[in-house]
Every structure is written in C-alpha cells, then in structure tokens.
C-alpha cells in the first residue's frame, strides 16, 4: 500500500498518544507518513517516520493507548507502539465488536 500523510484527527490522536506516552517523538512532524493496515477498516496504521525504511522495522513495545467510544456506541482501544529502535512505529486502533471504525473523534477528554 502507499505511504500517505496523516488526517487531522489521526494527527490529533497520534498527538496525545505521544504526550501519554512521556516520550521525545521529535520524528512527529509533517513528514510523518503512514501507510493503512490490513485490519478490517479499523483504521490502524503503519508509522513511516521520514528517513526510515519500513520494511526492515520490529515491533518493539507499546508506550500508549487510550479508549474511545466510535460513533456508534462501541469501545474503540487506540495504541501506540514503537519499534526496536525507539522509533513510532503503528497506531494500532481496535474496535472491540471489529467492525469498521466510523471517525476518530475530535476529543478525548
């Protein structure tokens, strides 16, 4: 699939999985790309930081998640994992009943 920018409410979410996370993500700028995952619509991405090859990545460990409620009521567990290296590597986004997620919301309060 092809790298693409990511929308203003991935942004929003990657921004305040970052901040969750207490972590220096300072790769988090305009040239962050991602590429969407095969998982059934849920809306998960695969992270390409710019400069970084993604074919070669591990998955390391996951340093945030948080939960949302979609649109139509059900619990959706966004997280965010980097790689080996220390590197963001996927927002991971699961919708408990994995259906399709409808929309990242504007908030998370």
């Known amino acids: 699939m092809e790298n693409r920018p990511l929308s ?44 970084i090859k993604n074919e070669t990545r591990l998955f390391g460990n996951m340093a945030s998640e948080l939960e949302f409620t979609d649109e139509d009521g059900i619990t959706v567990i966004a997280s965010l994992n980097i790689d080996t290296n220390g590197n963001l590597f996927e927002l991971d986004i699961w919708k408990t009943d994995f259906s399709p997620l409808i929309r990242i919301p504007d908030s998370f309060e």
């Open 8 to 51: 203003k409410q991935e942004q929003k979410l990657l921004e305040v999985l970052i901040k969750k996370a207490k972590l220096d993500f300072s790769q988090m700028n305009d040239k962050l790309l991602a590429q969407p995952m095969k998982d059934g619509n849920m809306g998960g991405l695969r992270l390409v930081p710019d400069g």
